[in-house]
């Protein structure tokens, strides 16, 4: 990429210049709004004092009961309010049948969890709450080489909230139902096209005190063999009265914590925010870049997701949420070293009005963030992948190109930095014919140098300048040459490079795999690195050395070098030849906590460049060039019709040449 950039520079000095200077402050200000360490500090702690507050709430919310499980007079006035629902278990006081009325009889109980595996996930499906209580996607680890876990009830839940006494499912405990009316297995595997379906009920207490099963509440899970995803229904029946009475919504409240699964935490925790996509449009996210961030989603939204760098959770509607509000926070201080941040969700699920029997379809999406599984799913999952999606000609170039060819070049069991390498080749036979045109351009400037220098020498003086410029631009028309075409084949070089940007640190494909003294083509080749705070050094470059980023570098001034005793000095502006050299030490400190498959794909093309360079001039003779040039001086100097019109025009109005 540093190579295109110097020789597009080159190619028009007096304006690409500043093509140059808005790249390099889109790339300053992309490390200047991410977050420093001081800033996630303090938002860390801010998050602790907030959940400090709330743990003094709960407890004095738990005294406040105690108080009242005391007060005989409050006691008979609960027992008369709640005398339509008589519970025969003498554990339940009038507290608990003041707090969850119908559902009093499954507010205890005891809690066992149901184990259903497919090929792809191990789920664990809790009484307690009746939902998923632990999902772990098999086949993947963390860097630490533990089992990737996505859900977990000691970090996340999933509920909703049914009346307005503040009753939630996740303190209820269900019973497990077989939909397929057999046995209930504790432990189930469902392999390839296989389904199983699984539910969790909870019935309400008749005026007697016992169950009444002709009414309840259910969770279906529906399980494929080889599937990510998972579909899962709210099911009621005679509940209305019951259940969120009165109400076109019931809400549901979803809550995790995101812990690091990768090996660069601080990247990780960059590409880890809430996704969502309203009813027919475009995928959207939170900030990224910020730790703390939240927005209410006051129309349709079809999906809510809890994204991390290379894994999320959906939560999938079919016929689309009401209205979700969504939320991120971080906490500096958490005693967790792994902790990033916590996710939140309130998400209006939509009731079907005096309806006996209701059905809510929804989906969970427990999976990796690879652009293959997400985008069989048609409905912008895959836009959660960072492929370029602001600017159409990059996620093209990497959804039409870059990925196919990639995932046909795994097919062949490779290891993936033969297959960077051998991407890279395929890319510089595409792009060939546009570097034999970039070096015949600069060629033909370079022959054309003698003459150039005697019209400088010509127009010394600093107020001749127009003049000089008039003389040059009338040598070029001259002799055939337009000193912007080397420019135009850069410019179509570009969004292929920054696709390529994009792509590498996306690529689910090279997490945790290694390539020579990199252990992991996804995040930075450490070869050594320290742990004390040195300053500028650790909070620009890193405290640690990445041996990919650094050969990149290497291999972008070697090539500098070279390119300048080959361009003629008076062609570049002064001072140009100097940032030429200094453009590879900025990036180097960029690029050393990216990833490695990305430096390495740019060494590789840095060098491919460089031999193409070779491969050319040997081939081409400039001593011809030069000829042909001077040919070119002999034939009249061809008109365009456009020229041609705007002399017609000027001749019509009396205008002289």
């Known amino acids: ?141 963390t860097y630490d080489t533990l089992p990737l876990v996505l859900f977990d009830s000691k970090t996340a839940s999933m509920s909703f909230l049914l009346n307005d006494q503040r009753v939630e499912t996740k303190d209820l405990y269900f019973e497990a139902y077989s939909k397929a009316g057999r ?64 109400m076109n919504d019931i809400p549901l409240y979803w809550n995790m914590t995101m812990n690091t699964k990768e090996k660069d935490a601080k990247q990780e925790i960059k590409q880890t925010a809430v996704f969502y996509r309203y009813f027919e449009q475009d995928a959207d996210n939170l900030s990224e870049m910020s730790v703390d961030d939240e927005e209410s989603l006051d129309t349709k939204v079809q999906w809510i997701s809890f994204k991390q760098q290379f894994f999320s959770v959906s939560l999938i509607a079919k016929d689309n949420f009401a209205k979700a509000k969504i939320s991120q926070k971080g906490d500096e201080n958490s005693p967790d070293p792994k902790f990033m941040k916590d996710m939140s969700a309130e998400i209006l699920v939509p009731l079907a009005n005096m309806s006996d029997m209701q059905s809510i379809a929804m989906n969970i999406y ?48 490779w290891n993936y930095g033969i297959i960077i390498l051998v991407l890279t080749v395929l890319l510089k036979l595409v792009l060939f014919p ?88 996804s995040s930075y080749d450490s070869i050594v690195s320290w742990t004390n705070q040195i300053p500028l050094v650790s909070q620009y470059y890193g405290n640690h050395v990445s041996l990919f980023t650094l050969l990149m570098t290497v291999s972008t001034i070697l090539y500098t070098r070279m390119n300048n005793q080959m361009m003629s000095s008076s062609q570049q502006m002064p001072g140009m030849k100097t940032m030429m050299y200094l453009m590879p030490l900025m990036f180097l400190g960029f690029f050393n906590n990216y990833a490695a498959g990305l430096s390495y794909y740019y060494m590789l093309a840095n060098l491919f460049t460089f031999g193409q360079m070779y491969l050319i001039r040997f081939f081409v003779d400039e001593d011809a060039i030069h000829a042909k040039l001077q040919e070119n001086k002999k034939k009249p100097v061809k008109v365009s019709n456009f020229q041609k019109k705007l002399e017609e025009m000027a001749k019509a109005k009396g205008v002289k040449r």
């Open 1 to 141: 990429m540093l190579i295109i950039l110097q020789n597009f520079i080159r190619m028009n000095k007096n304006t690409i210049l500043g093509f140059f200077f808005i790249f390099l402050i889109l790339i300053g200000y992309s490390w200047y709004i991410s977050p420093s360490e001081e800033t996630v500090q303090r938002q860390l702690a801010e998050s602790r004092r907030v959940d400090s507050i709330n743990n003094v709430q709960r407890a004095a919310a738990q005294i406040a009961d105690a108080e009242l499980n005391s007060d005989k007079v409050e006691q008979e006035a609960i027992i008369e309010n709640t005398s339509n629902y008589v519970v025969s278990d003498s554990s339940l006081d009038a507290n608990i049948l003041k707090k969850f009325g119908a559902f009093a009889a499954v507010s205890h109980g005891e809690e066992k969890e149901y184990i259903i595996e497919n090929e792809k996930l191990k789920l664990k499906i809790s009484t307690k709450g009746g939902g998923i209580s632990y999902a772990e996607v098999k086949n993947f680890r």
């Open 366 to 413: 427990m999976g990796p963030n690879k652009y293959s599984v997400l985008n069989k799913y048609d409905i912008q999952l895959d836009r959660q992948i960072p492929l370029g999606w602001g600017f159409f000609l990059l996620h093209w170039i990497n959804r039409f190109a870059v990925i196919p060819v990639f995932e046909a070049l795994s097919h062949f069991g």
């Open 434 to 521: 546009i570097a034999y045109k970039t070096y015949m351009s600069s060629a033909k400037m370079r022959v054309l140098k003698p003459e150039i220098d005697e019209i400088g020498e010509k127009f010394p003086k600093k107020e001749d300048a127009m003049k000089k410029q008039q003389a040059t631009m009338a040598l070029y028309k001259k002799v055939g040459v337009n000193p912007m075409a080397g420019c135009i084949p850069m410019i179509l070089q570009m969004p292929i490079l920054f696709a390529m940007f994009r792509f590498f640190p996306a690529a689910f494909e090279l997490r945790q795999q290694s390539f020579l003294w990199a252990d992991d083509l």
């Open 183 to 246: 046995p209930i297995d504790d432990s189930v595997f469902v392999g390839g096209k296989e389904t199983y379906s699984f539910a969790m009920r909870i019935y309400p207490s008749d005026s007697q005190g016992n169950k009444d099963k002709s009414r309840f509440l259910e969770f279906e899970y529906i399980i494929t063999g080889d599937n990510y995803m998972i579909d899962y229904r709210l099911n009621m029946q005679g509940m209305s009265d019951i259940v969120a009475p009165g």
